[in-house]
């Protein structure tokens, strides 16, 4: 390793917190006890938490900007029911299954992290982004842990209290017990999803000046094609295949409907759907981050 | 040993150019304009190992652009270097762990969180055992004197404070090399000559090299062995800060303000007369040939003095120098 020993054994040096073999120059491969698998999830787990720690200085605010949802929840599903009228099924959804569904799309909506482009825009153009690319980590994978510190606590907070409203409400529960479970990886894949979309429209600021201008489009976009407001079961059939073939839907409508009318096979066929695009938007994320870094200009310091 | 190496290393950036007016904001909307801007041109020079060496400039002279390039962040335009025998920015991971760095202007604590938090969550980002870890912070916690306000959140410490955290933030992996840009903008003279004490003792006591970029004459003069001057992209001068002492800071600019108007001759022996006012006197002197010490006493002793302010001549008078000398229009 260059320059590992370059203050070693130096007669009289003082002492300098490190031991002998590695002072001056901490060695990692030989220092560290992790093996090379934990290495990364631990760094990566180190940078989760901290973003947990950040938001815990000042939970009480954390908690009141999330309380929106309530209002959003509530509006959303007295729309709906004027909507459904005296009618006690719409497409196949049940109107209690309805309200339900709503708890999800609204939980996901109001838990996904839409500061993420604006932070990254925000990086590249104050300079930012310097701090995060000279150390020895991954910036997207950084990027992620950040944003999902902020996403999990979103969610634990955002589920407390709509969960706790509707069961208040409608005293009854329109789901099973693979309808809960099955919210773990869908809900999962759905963020990670958000989060590509998300970091592709980020990264364009290295490309145009304003990458906020995709913000309030694409929100948008993905909220109403993916069945945020609407479920995908009510939609014309000429509308319907816009949610096979494109992403929004992995994010809202798989979690939701499953949670309301869990079948193995949707189950299963809404997983490979989601994985396809984490891996399809994830190889091309990464390549548009290859070829933005190299772009990177920051001027002055 | 050299410690880093850069052969004709070339930055260019593209820069939009909008004419003024609504019509031209239209235009360029379809056709933008771009004008190149060449922030460092074909740089060469080496750093030894252990060396300090400081690398300055006015504003846009490239001194960002240069630490940016040799930690991987920016990729050049053309050009190679070395750095610890790594290509900076096609191995940038593999060398982040044996380099630092210290932005002065951006900061990488938490800024809610106290510091002490940060330094955990660089131990794993650096894969540093626990054992090492807590060993390195102890003495770096003794040797930076933070422990008062390590567990403080950073939002609540002074600049000094942070910056002296920083700089632990940044020698937790124990780093070959150190990059330090500006670390003294902003700060006090006390905080100033503080955090130039402990980076000279890391110098001293782990051999790190240190690389400094910084606007303040004061830095180079009581840090660095060797400065190379940056203008415009370009090195225009490179040496001894020895020999820069002898050749361009030997003067001194002297502010009294007085308490008491006076608009008498003007007599102080060793003393040239830059600007005069009622309540105030600026002077230079140059210090091959008097002390600082005989001027301010004899300044003393004949104005009632309110305050007296002394400051080296600015890095732009520097720069027009070394220019005049090399015989070059600035």
Request: glycine share 6%; proline share 4%.
């Given at each position: 390793m260059p320059?590992?020993s370059?203050?070693?054994?130096?007669?009289?040096?003082?002492e300098?917190?490190?031991?002998?073999r590695?002072?001056g120059?901490?060695?990692r491969?030989?220092?560290?006890?992790f093996?090379?698998?934990?290495?990364g999830?631990?760094?990566y787990?180190?940078?989760?938490?901290?973003?947990?720690?950040?938001?815990?200085?000042?939970?009480?605010?954390?908690i009141?900007s999330?309380?929106?949802?309530?209002?959003?929840?509530?509006?959303?599903v007295?729309l709906?029911?004027?909507?459904?009228?005296?009618?006690?099924e719409?497409a196949?959804?049940?109107?209690?299954?309805?309200i339900?569904?709503?708890l999800?799309v609204?939980v996901?909506?109001?838990?996904?992290?839409?500061?993420?482009?604006?932070?990254?825009?925000e990086?590249v153009?104050?300079?930012?982004?310097?701090?995060?690319?000279n150390?020895?980590?991954?910036y997207?994978?950084?990027?992620?842990?950040?944003?999902s510190?902020?996403?999990?606590?979103?969610?634990?907070?955002?589920?407390?209290?709509?969960?706790g409203?509707?069961l208040?409400?409608?005293?009854?529960?329109?789901?099973?017990?693979s309808?809960?479970l099955?919210?773990?990886p869908?809900?999962?894949?759905?963020f990670l999803?958000?989060?590509i979309?998300?970091?592709?429209?980020?990264i364009a600021?290295?490309?145009v000046?304003?990458?906020?201008?995709?913000?309030w489009?694409?929100?948008?976009?993905?909220?109403v094609?993916?069945g945020?407001l609407i479920p995908?079961?009510?939609?014309?059939d000429?509308?319907?295949?816009?949610?096979?073939?494109?992403p929004?839907?992995a994010?809202f409508?798989?979690?939701?409907?499953?949670?309301?009318?869990?079948?193995?096979?949707?189950?299963v066929?809404?997983?490979?759907?989601?994985?396809?695009?984490?891996?399809?938007l994830?190889?091309?994320?990464?390549?548009?981050?290859?070829?933005?870094?190299?772009?990177?200009d920051i001027?002055?310091? | 040993?050299?410690?880093?190496?850069?052969k004709?290393?070339?930055?260019t950036?593209?820069v939009k150019v909008?004419?003024?007016g609504?019509?031209n904001?239209?235009?360029?909307?379809?056709?933008?304009?771009?004008r190149?801007v060449?922030a460092?041109?074909?740089?060469n020079f080496?750093?030894k190992?252990?060396e300090?060496?400081?690398?300055?400039?006015?504003?846009?002279s490239?001194?960002s652009?240069t630490i940016?390039m040799?930690t991987g962040?920016?990729?050049p335009t053309?050009?190679?270097?070395?750095?610890?025998?790594?290509n900076?920015?096609?191995?940038?991971?593999?060398?982040?762990?044996?380099?630092?760095?210290?932005?002065?202007?951006?900061?990488?604590l938490?800024?809610?969180?106290?510091?002490?938090?940060?330094?955990?969550?660089?131990?794993r980002?650096?894969e540093?055992?626990?054992?090492?870890?807590?060993?390195?912070l102890d003495?770096?916690?003794?040797?930076?004197?933070?422990?008062?306000?390590?567990h403080t959140?950073?939002?609540?410490?002074?600049?000094?404070?942070r910056?002296r955290?920083?700089?632990?933030?940044?020698l937790?992996h124990?780093?070959?090399?150190i990059?330090l840009?500006?670390?003294?903008?902003?700060l006090?003279v006390?905080a100033?000559q503080?955090?130039r004490?402990y980076?000279r003792?890391?110098?001293?006591t782990?051999?790190t090299?240190i690389?400094i970029?910084?606007?303040?004459?004061?830095?180079?003069e009581?840090?660095?062995e060797?400065?190379?001057?940056?203008n415009?992209?370009?090195?225009?001068?490179d040496?001894?800060?020895s020999q820069?002492?002898?050749?361009?800071?030997?003067?001194?600019?002297?502010?009294?303000?007085l308490?008491?108007?006076?608009?008498?001759?003007f007599?102080c022996?060793g003393?040239?007369?830059l600007?005069?006012?009622?309540?105030?006197?600026?002077?230079?002197?140059?210090?091959?040939?008097?002390s600082?010490r005989?001027v301010v006493?004899?300044?003393?002793?004949?104005?009632?003095?309110?305050?007296?302010?002394?400051?080296?001549?600015?890095?732009?008078e520097?720069?027009?120098?070394?220019?005049k000398?090399?015989?070059?229009a600035?």
């Amino acid at each position: 390793m260059p320059f590992n020993s370059l203050s070693e054994n130096r007669p009289g040096a003082p002492e300098t917190g490190l031991s002998l073999r590695s002072k001056g120059r901490i060695s990692r491969a030989s220092a560290s006890p992790f093996p090379a698998l934990s290495k990364g999830f631990i760094k990566y787990w180190a940078i989760f938490s901290i973003e947990l720690k950040n938001h815990f200085v000042y939970l009480a605010d954390f908690i009141l900007s999330n309380l929106s949802v309530i209002v959003a929840y509530f509006v959303s599903v007295q729309l709906w029911l004027i909507g459904y009228g005296a009618r006690q099924e719409v497409a196949g959804i049940h109107k209690e299954e309805l309200i339900w569904y709503l708890l999800i799309v609204q939980v996901i909506h109001f838990s996904v992290d839409y500061t993420l482009m604006l932070n990254i825009e925000e990086d590249v153009q104050s300079g930012n982004i310097t701090n995060y690319l000279n150390k020895p980590y991954n910036y997207l994978l950084y990027t992620y842990c950040i944003s999902s510190g902020r996403v999990v606590l979103n969610l634990i907070i955002n589920l407390t209290i709509s969960l706790g409203m509707t069961l208040f409400f409608t005293k009854s529960f329109a789901s099973s017990l693979s309808g809960v479970l099955q919210l773990i990886p869908t809900l999962f894949l759905g963020f990670l999803i958000h989060f590509i979309l998300q970091c592709i429209c980020g990264i364009a600021a290295f490309w145009v000046e304003r990458a906020t201008v995709f913000v309030w489009v694409l929100n948008t976009i993905m909220l109403v094609l993916g069945g945020g407001l609407i479920p995908v079961d009510t939609w014309p059939d000429s509308l319907k295949p816009l949610a096979n073939y494109t992403p929004f839907s992995a994010i809202f409508y798989y979690p939701a409907k499953l949670f309301i009318h869990f079948k193995p096979d949707l189950f299963v066929r809404f997983l490979i759907g989601q994985l396809l695009w984490v891996f399809l938007l994830g190889s091309s994320l990464w390549l548009v981050y290859r070829k933005a870094i190299r772009r990177l200009d920051i001027n002055g310091g | 040993m050299d410690a880093i190496e850069v052969k004709n290393l070339t930055k260019t950036f593209q820069v939009k150019v909008k004419p003024p007016g609504l019509k031209n904001s239209f235009k360029s909307l379809f056709k933008p304009k771009y004008r190149r801007v060449e922030a460092v041109a074909d740089l060469n020079f080496t750093v030894k190992a252990g060396e300090t060496l400081a690398f300055i400039g006015p504003n846009g002279s490239g001194k960002s652009t240069t630490i940016k390039m040799l930690t991987g962040i920016l990729f050049p335009t053309s050009g190679e270097a070395r750095v610890l025998e790594f290509n900076p920015w096609k191995e940038r991971k593999k060398l982040a762990f044996h380099i630092g760095s210290v932005f002065g202007q951006k900061s990488q604590l938490w800024y809610h969180l106290p510091a002490v938090e940060t330094f955990y969550l660089f131990s794993r980002i650096y894969e540093l055992d626990s054992r090492t870890f807590r060993q390195r912070l102890d003495y770096l916690v003794n040797l930076l004197e933070i422990g008062d306000f390590i567990h403080t959140p950073v939002r609540k410490l002074s600049l000094g404070q942070r910056m002296r955290a920083e700089l632990v933030a940044c020698l937790l992996h124990a780093p070959s090399i150190i990059f330090l840009d500006e670390p003294t903008i902003g700060l006090d003279v006390v905080a100033k000559q503080i955090l130039r004490e402990y980076i000279r003792t890391i110098n001293r006591t782990e051999g790190t090299t240190i690389f400094i970029t910084s606007h303040d004459a004061g830095d180079i003069e009581t840090l660095c062995e060797r400065v190379i001057i940056l203008n415009l992209g370009r090195i225009i001068y490179d040496s001894e800060v020895s020999q820069l002492k002898k050749t361009y800071l030997h003067q001194r600019v002297i502010e009294v303000t007085l308490n008491t108007p006076r608009n008498d001759s003007f007599t102080c022996r060793g003393c040239t007369l830059l600007e005069r006012t009622d309540y105030k006197l600026k002077v230079t002197i140059d210090t091959h040939r008097d002390s600082t010490r005989d001027v301010v006493n004899q300044l003393m002793s004949q104005y009632d003095v309110e305050d007296i302010t002394i400051t080296e001549p600015p890095l732009e008078e520097i720069i027009r120098q070394i220019y005049k000398d090399q015989g070059n229009a600035f």
